[in-house]
């Protein structure tokens, strides 16, 4: 029995003659390792499209009826097999132009007869290691994607939960401003206005939420946003109390892109500074540089600050900053959602703090 069916690197020795495939596989044979052996090209396309979970083809390149690179062709056209490794093993010529054929028709690499055992064995080694990075990486990529759709999912729900309280809301906000009373008062009637039109814009980003949603990435269409008119309508709508100040440093630009994933990291950044001041007088700043292919922005602000162990952990999916009072009732989501959003545009989300003087979230967002 195996040890661990995950750790096994399988790889297909080609070659008509018997006795060279008994000799490569007495060369390369290590615990945790599987040979499969085929004498022809056909045979070698067979074993192939039967297991995708070959690592390495060492294939011979002189054979008759189908040599080595005609099987190469074959093994890169098919989706199946295309991703294989495949390493000509030859007698024939060192010459530049035959060892630039074989790359064209897909070798990664070349081993000249007679093999050298020491270079044999290292070559194949590095393949081996190569593989199961790559596949580490396959699986996180995978299992980053089964937790955006369940957070997409989660998304999706309570913005569904939320629409309709939101709907009887405004409808309430409407009846009390149709009131006389109401209307002949202007200060209250003027916030009542400003509540309308706050629960209105929260109806349409609702909406905008719902929409995203169901949409995959694919059919998430770009568009041009203004990002300071973006910026300044969410630090209305968030309600800042009096003893906080927000401002905007310089104009933040215009550009295109997925306007609800930009105005969901900005939404959460600003939210925390808000959240979190523990300053008689807070201040927030929000601001950007442009870069040769990003604009890096930054939301900066004079709260309790991050400490050093922290840093390293409030982006990482359920992990928090520690809360002097207990009283923190963070997820630990919101940062990790953030930290994703950024690196989907080919960017980075970074923060510098002080603690005691505050903190500065800087990420950089793709033109």
């Known amino acids: ?25 007495e060369i390369l044979d290590e615990p945790d390792r599987k040979f499969l052996k085929a004498r022809s ?33 074959l093994l890169k056209s098919n989706a199946k097999t295309r991703n294989m ?22 070798a990664v690499d070349y081993l000249h007869k007679p093999l050298d055992i020491n270079v044999t064995r290292a070559k194949v080694k ?13 699986n996180t990529i ?43 008062m202007d200060e209250l009637n003027a916030y009542f206005s400003l509540m309308s039109k706050a629960s209105s814009h929260l109806r349409e980003m609702i909406s905008s939420i719902l929409d995203y949603s169901k949409k995959t990435d694919v059919e998430q269409a770009d ?31 215009v550009l295109v892109t997925r306007k609800f994933k930009l105005q969901q990291v900005f939404q959460n950044l600003i939210s925390n500074a808000i959240k979190y001041n523990d300053k008689p007088q807070g201040q927030i700043t929000i601001g950007c540089t442009e870069e040769d292919e990003h604009y890096a922005f930054y939301v900066q602000d004079n709260g309790p600050g991050i400490g050093e162990l922290d840093r390293s952990r409030i982006f990482r999916l359920f992990e928090t900053a520690a809360s002097k009072d207990g009283g923190d009732d963070s997820t630990g989501v919101g940062l990790n959602i953030i930290k994703m959003l950024v690196e989907e545009q080919g960017g980075k989300i970074t923060v510098d703090s002080v603690p005691g003087e505050g903190s500065r979230f800087h990420f950089s967002w793709s033109k």
């Open 85 to 106: 490794s495949i390493v000509f093993v030859t007698a024939i010529s060192k010459e530049e132009a035959y060892v630039l054929k074989g790359y064209e028709y897909g």
């Open 126 to 138: 590095v393949f081996e290691q190569l593989h199961f990075y790559q596949r580490e990486l396959r």
């Open 41 to 73: 090209g056909n045979e070698a396309l067979k074993l192939a499209l039967k297991n995708e979970d070959i690592g390495l083809i060492l294939l011979d390149v002189q054979m008759p009826e189908m040599d080595g690179f005609e099987v190469a062709d």
């Open 142 to 184: 995978d299992q980053k994607n089964k937790i955006n759709k369940q957070l997409e999912r989660f998304m999706y729900i309570v913005a569904h939960d939320l629409k309709s309280p939101l709907v009887g809301i405004a409808g309430l906000l409407e009846i009390i401003q149709s009131d006389p009373r109401v209307a002949a």
């Open 1 to 25: 029995m195996e040890k661990l069916n995950s750790r096994v690197f399988t790889i297909l020795l080609v070659d008509d003659r018997e006795e060279n495939l008994i000799s490569l596989q």
């Open 223 to 253: 568009e041009e946003v203004d990002v300071h008119e973006m910026v300044s309508q969410l630090v209305h709508l968030l309600f800042p109390p009096a003893h906080i100040t927000i401002s905007i440093d310089g104009r933040l630009p």
